[in-house]
């Protein structure tokens, strides 16, 4: 997967999301990672590894930071 980005409304950057390795990491606007999502599992996870949903929802949490 190439690196997606995500806009607001304004067209400013909020983040993105890139494939690395076996998972997808999310960033924010500065570049810090901001979750993972696992497809092996099916699961996202926070930057802190704390489980946030049973589905991809890694542009959700992106976007609700």
């Not at 995500?6 to 950057?13: G, H, K």
Request: proline share 3%; glycine share 10%; with cysteine.
């Amino acid at each position: 997967m190439a690196r997606q980005e995500f806009r607001d409304s304004m067209n400013r950057s909020i983040g993105w999301r890139q494939k690395q390795g076996p998972h997808d990491v999310g960033y924010d606007n500065l570049g810090r990672i901001w979750g993972y999502y696992e497809p092996i599992n099916n699961i996202t996870k926070h930057r802190n590894r704390m489980l946030v949903s049973r589905c991809n929802t890694l542009g959700a949490l992106i976007l609700a930071r």
